[in-house]
């Protein structure tokens, strides 16, 4: 297809909008869903209460199609509960990061402009202060602390009433995460139904292809398990571990905090087949002192993602859990999570590896500075293509994009991804990850030394003044972590900045000139 432009390869098959796929919870309707301490939940009854939350949405707080709804809560099944709801009927589900403080919370609640929030005790009590000043309705869970707007009460009066039905296109909004905001403000990425939907199917791709490669038979005996190690509000949680869930009829179970010892009490008692979280994780357990008092021969599964593995705990894993098989993910919250995947016995063949893109769909480059293809064996950055857009935060901005879009004067990010982890492709074209950064927040001083006309140019002919409101972050140290890395003389970039760039729109505070050049161009 052609989206903004750009030509991706897509599904043909498969569920159109998320209303469509977690209707597969159909294929497993009498099988445990979800397990949160004493309490457990059905497909079917997870289903059955999603439905009635979203009846509530649209008769009491009158959500529609495309109204932002936040959820700020550490992982509770509500939180899932809420996510199927809101993504159903159309709605746009803005997971918030739960660690935000008061100041961050707003930034976020304000940036995606959110309707409603729902929210546990802890974060409710961390949004109240603004709650007036940003206009929001709230819906609290697990909390006594505002019981006219309790989630489970609120839902118990819509329990018989069925899934409403939205017309809904897959191109439309469905989702906004946060990145991390490792170098300025965190951004919204907003991702269509069709984008998340083709991470899910990819993912399920690979996992067909590995079984039928390995000669790996599914024992239909055994329902497939996961312990819900990571939050909700990053992809590998919601993505990796929820959504993906429902292609197999995997059993969530929910651990209110990560411990070790814990995480191998509930392996036994529920199980579980499947460990994945950072690769710390599958360290502590695999060394917890206390691991052979359990039985947890039931793992089939150890994977990672979020950071790299150590390539000596790879062959580890694999001695201390013979019939586990080793896996690594890599993937962004711009790209749901998909990239490059490697498992089993390719990855004890290269335990330094993150694996070749995931297919069919991912494209991947390793580029060089000079924005070239990198040959075998040399470093660059990686460049992922991904069809998903950030969320503009003002009609201005919207304004803004939509004249590069025409101009054709910048490639947009999410269709075109560099991120900051050096990266070498190997002559067995499997991708070898070097001295990894944090996840990609914006482009590098490279591009904008490179265009310095160009932009120039663009700001002329673009007659209304540009908000600096439109991103945040401090764009001397950001410059300055890249003119390191690329040797450019960081008081000559600063001074050709200021003269080509800033000096066409008066600002007090070079520090905190917020412009759209670092995330675009």
């Known amino acids: 297809i052609n989206f903004n432009g750009y030509d991706y390869t897509v599904f043909d098959w498969g569920p159109k909008t998320l209303y469509e796929y977690f209707k597969l919870y159909e294929n497993h309707t009498n099988k445990d869903m979800i397990v949160y301490e004493d309490e457990r939940w059905t497909f079917e009854e997870s289903y059955n209460l999603s439905s009635a939350f979203a009846n ?61 929030v729902i929210a546990d005790a802890e974060r409710l009590e961390r949004i109240n202060s603004f709650k007036e ?99 909700l509000f990053h992809v590998t949680g919601s993505h990796a571990q929820f959504m993906l869930s429902f292609l197999s009829g995997r059993k969530m179970v929910i651990m209110y905090k990560w411990s070790s010892e814990e995480a191998l009490k509930l392996i036994e008692k529920e199980k579980i087949t499947t460990l994945n979280g950072v690769p710390t994780m599958t360290l502590e357990v695999m060394r917890d002192k206390n691991r052979n008092n359990y039985d947890i021969s039931s793992l089939k599964e150890l994977s990672g993602g979020g950071a790299a593995r150590p ?97 054709n004067q910048v490639n947009i990010i999410s269709n075109v991804c560099p991120d900051y982890d050096n990266k070498k492709l190997g002559e067995d074209l499997y991708s070898y990850t070097f001295n990894q950064l944090n996840e990609n927040e914006g482009l590098g001083a490279i591009r904008i030394l490179k265009n310095f006309k160009k932009i120039k140019n663009f700001f002329k002919n673009y007659n209304k003044k540009i908000s600096y409101d439109i991103f945040y972050g401090d764009f001397e140290s950001y410059s300055l972590e890249n003119c390191l890395r690329l040797k450019i003389d960081r008081k000559i970039f600063l001074k050709k900045l200021k003269k080509s760039v800033i000096s066409m729109q008066k600002h007090k505070y070079f520090n905190k000139v917020n412009f759209f050049v670092k995330e675009f161009l």
């Open 133 to 231: 000043k940003l206009s929001f309705e709230t819906i609290t869970i697990r909390s006594d602390t505002n019981l006219e707007n309790d989630w489970d009460k609120i839902s118990q009066k819509y329990i018989n009433r069925k899934m409403p039905v939205i017309d809904c296109n897959q191109n439309d909004d469905a989702t906004i995460f946060y990145t991390s905001g490792s170098t300025g403000r965190p951004k919204g990425v907003c991702s269509s139904h069709r984008s998340i939907i083709s991470a899910l199917l990819q993912w399920m791709v690979v996992a067909t292809a590995r079984n039928i490669k390995d000669d790996i038979v599914n024992d239909d005996t055994t329902q497939p398990s996961c312990l819900l190690t990571v939050p």
């Open 56 to 116: 509530a949405l649209i008769e009491e707080f009158k959500i529609s199609k495309g109204d932002r709804v936040a959820i700020a809560s550490r992982n509770f099944p509500e939180w899932i509960f809420s996510f199927i709801a809101i993504t159903s009927i159309g709605g746009i589900a803005v997971p918030m990061n739960s660690w935000w403080t008061s100041t961050e919370l707003e930034y976020g609640l304000k940036n995606c402009n959110a309707k409603l």
């Open 311 to 407: 390539s000596t705990h790879v062959e580890e894993l694999k001695s201390q859990f013979p019939n586990a098989s080793p896996g690594l993910g890599y993937g962004l919250t711009e790209t749901n999570a998909a990239g490059a995947v490697i498992s089993g016995e390719d990855y004890l063949k290269r335990p330094g590896s993150t694996g070749k893109p995931t297919p069919p769909l991912t494209s991947i480059k390793i580029m060089d500075q000079d924005n070239i293809e990198c040959k075998i064996n040399s470093v660059g950055e990686i460049w992922i293509k991904s069809i998903t857009n950030f969320w503009p935060s003002s009609e201005e901005e919207k304004k803004l994009i939509n004249a590069c879009l025409i101009k």
